[in-house]
Nanobody
Framework: QVQLVESGGGQVQAGGSLRLSCTAS????????MAWFRQAPGKNREFVAA????????RYAESVKGRFTLSKGNERNTAYLQMNSLQPEDTGVYYC???????????????????WGQGTQVTVSS
């Protein structure tokens, strides 16, 4: 089992920044993927960004490219999602996800992830 704990959500005005963190604990290995998804009210959960922990490669949704950066932190099994130039359409509950058996081609697919955090609210006002 892997446990994920998220933090860093909040409310900002359009153009502002927030940094989310996700820490994995439990039966982790060096080969896993960590990703962020978000869900706005009345909408489906959508992919935001993913990180191949061992290789370091990342993938982003087109809507966040150039504004969001997902990177490893110095703390063990912790990653940070730096979100800049936030817009009202970025509002939603952000979920951290992780999986140790996923393949690269599925890293943007929600159902490929077995482990999920509790979610953290991000609200961007105009």
């Amino acid at each position: 089992q892997v446990q994920l704990v998220e933090s860093g959500g909040g409310q900002v005005q359009a153009g502002g920044s927030l940094r989310l963190s996700c820490t994995a604990s439990g039966r982790t290995s060096s080969r896993f993927f960590m990703a962020w998804f978000r869900q706005a009210p009345g909408k489906n959960r959508e992919f935001v960004a993913a990180l191949n922990w061992s290789g370091g490669s990342t993938r982003y949704a087109e809507s966040v490219k150039g504004r969001f950066t997902l990177s490893k932190g110095n703390e063990r099994n912790t990653a940070y999602l730096q979100m800049n130039s936030l817009q009202p359409e970025d509002t939603g509950v952000y979920y951290c996800a992780a999986d140790q058996t996923i393949i690269t081609s599925s890293m943007a697919t929600a159902h490929a992830y077995d482990y999920w955090g509790q979610g953290t609210q991000v609200t961007v006002s105009s």
